[in-house]
C-alpha cells in the first residue's frame, strides 16, 4: 500500500484504544470501505490470507511459524481460513499481552459448531464507509460536539442539493474518492453486480443472481421505512423463508444493516414502534441497485429525501462510535416519529430530524421535535434521558440555532474532530 494516498480514519482511534485491553480486534465492514488499509497502517504487515497462497500453507503446515511473526499481526479476511479463530484466539491465551492481532474481514464466517467464542480476548467493532469528514467534504463549521456542549450553530458556506445527491451517488468508499460522481457511480453499480453474481455464492456456495437483484431493489425502494418482510417479498416475488435466507447473507457481507427503534428507560410509560428500518451501510448501494441518475434523483425529491436521511445517518453512526454512542430512530404509537436519536454513554439523548429542506418541512421538523421533548419532559424518563439538544439537518442554506434553540444544520457544514 501506498501510504502517501492513505486517508486518515475516525475508527483508527477506537481500534488502538481496543488493542491497550485486549488481545485483539476484529474489523468488520462491507468490502473496499477502507478496513484492510487502516489495519495496515495501525499493525504494518498484512498477511492477506484470500490473495498470498504462501501465508495460508504456511499457517497449515507450521502455525508456530506463522504466529511468530511481528505484533501486532494484521490477518485480512480471516474468515476464509478454517480454524483461524481458534488459532488466534489460543495464541492470545498463551500470552498476557494485549494488542496481538488486527483481523479484517469483509463477510461473516459460516456457522461453526467448533469455533470458541471470542469474549474478554476478542473484540469486534465495525467500519463503515468514509464520512464527510475524512473525505474532506464538509466546510467544517458545525462540529458534533456542538450537538452534545449545547453551542449554537452558524455556517454559511455554500453547498446545496446538488452536491448532496452527488455524494449520495458516488458513496463514501476510498478508492473512489479522486473520481468524478459519474465514474464513481458507474463503479458503485460494478460493485453491486458483483454482490449480485459473486458475492453470495463465495459465502454460501450458491445463490441466485435475479432472486438477489430483486430483492436489492426492493429493499432500496424501501429504503429507511418499516416494509414489513412480507412487503419486500412480494415485490421481489419471492415467499418469506427465501427473503429471510438472502437478507441474512447480504447482513453477513456487511452491507445490509438495519436503525433499531430507541427504547426509552425501563420505567417509561412512552409506547413505541419497535419495527427495525431498512438500511444499506451506504446510501449509493440504493442508487446503484435501482440505476439512478442525478436527473432523476432531482425530480423525485421524494425518495431523494430518504437517501439523504440515510448520508446523513451513515456520518451520524461513524461519529457516535467514536464516542461509545449508539445511534437509532423513534417512533410511538401515536406516530410522533424523530429520524434519529443519538444515545450517549450516560443516557442522554440527542434528537435529529433530516429534511432536504423549504420552509414547510422545517417547521413540520420543528413541530415534531417540540412535540418529542414534550413527553420526555412529562414523562418518568426526563432525569434519565436528558435532552442535550434538538437539531434539523438540512441539504441547503445557513446552519443557525433558532430563538427557541433548535439548531438548523446545512449538512455540509457539519464535521467531526479527529
Avoid at 38 to 61: L, S
Avoid at 208 to 228: D, Q
Avoid at 237 to 244: D, E, F, Q, R, W
Amino acid at each position: 500500500m501506498d501510504k502517501s494516498k492513505y486517508t486518515r480514519r475516525i475508527i483508527e482511534t477506537n481500534i488502538k484504544d481496543i488493542l491497550t485491553y485486549m488481545g485483539g480486534v476484529v474489523i468488520t465492514g462491507p468490502r473496499d470501505c477502507g478496513k484492510s488499509w487502516t489495519a495496515e497502517m495501525i499493525g504494518g504487515n498484512i498477511h492477506k490470507m484470500d490473495a498470498d497462497e504462501n501465508e495460508v500453507n504456511k499457517f497449515y503446515i507450521n502455525s508456530e511459524l506463522f504466529f511468530s511473526q511481528q505484533k501486532p499481526m494484521v490477518i485480512d479476511e480471516w474468515q476464509v481460513v478454517e480454524n483461524m479463530w481458534n488459532k488466534v484466539r489460543d495464541e492470545i491465551n498463551k500470552s498476557t499481552e494485549f494488542g496481538q492481532f488486527i483481523l479484517t474481514g469483509s463477510a461473516a464466517p459460516a456457522p461453526d459448531s467448533k469455533k470458541h467464542t471470542g469474549a474478554g480476548r476478542i473484540a469486534s467493532i465495525q467500519m463503515y464507509t468514509m464520512s464527510y469528514s475524512e473525505e474532506n467534504t464538509s466546510s467544517k463549521e458545525v462540529e458534533f460536539d456542538h450537538l452534545i456542549d449545547g453551542t449554537k450553530v452558524y455556517g454559511a458556506s455554500k453547498f446545496g442539493l446538488d452536491e448532496h445527491i452527488e455524494h449520495i451517488i458516488k458513496g463514501g468508499w476510498p478508492r473512489l474518492c479522486a473520481l468524478d460522481y459519474l465514474k464513481a457511480g458507474m463503479a458503485v453499480e460494478k460493485y453491486v453486480d458483483s454482490i449480485v453474481n459473486a458475492d453470495f455464492k463465495k459465502i454460501s456456495g450458491k445463490s441466485n443472481s435475479k432472486t438477489t437483484e430483486k430483492i436489492m431493489n426492493a429493499i432500496s425502494r424501501n429504503l429507511l421505512t418499516h416494509a414489513s418482510i412480507e412487503k419486500i417479498a412480494e415485490e421481489a416475488y419471492i415467499n418469506t423463508k427465501t427473503l429471510s435466507r438472502y437478507t441474512k447473507l447480504l447482513s453477513d457481507i456487511n452491507v445490509l444493516e438495519y436503525v433499531d427503534a430507541w427504547k426509552p428507560h425501563i420505567r417509561s410509560s412512552i409506547r413505541i414502534n419497535m419495527k427495525p428500518k431498512w438500511n444499506w451501510t451506504d446510501p449509493s448501494i440504493a442508487v446503484a441497485s435501482l440505476q439512478l441518475s442525478k436527473d432523476k434523483l432531482l425530480n423525485d425529491l421524494q425518495y431523494t429525501g430518504f437517501l439523504f436521511e440515510s448520508l446523513v445517518g451513515r456520518d451520524l453512526k461513524i461519529y457516535s462510535q467514536s464516542i461509545g454512542a449508539k445511534i437509532y430512530y423513534y417512533q410511538d404509537k401515536e406516530k410522533l416519529e424523530v429520524d434519529y436519536i443519538i444515545e450517549l454513554k450516560n443516557g442522554d439523548i440527542i434528537a435529529i430530524e433530516v429534511k432536504l429542506g423549504g420552509e414547510k418541512l422545517i417547521k413540520d421538523g420543528i413541530e415534531s421535535l417540540k412535540a418529542f421533548k414534550r413527553k420526555i419532559e412529562t414523562s418518568k424518563i426526563v432525569n434519565v434521558h436528558k435532552i442535550c439538544s434538538l437539531n434539523i439537518f438540512v441539504s441547503n442554506g445557513l446552519s443557525y440555532t433558532t430563538n427557541d434553540g433548535i439548531n438548523i444544520i446545512n449538512f455540509g457544514h457539519f464535521y467531526k474532530e479527529y
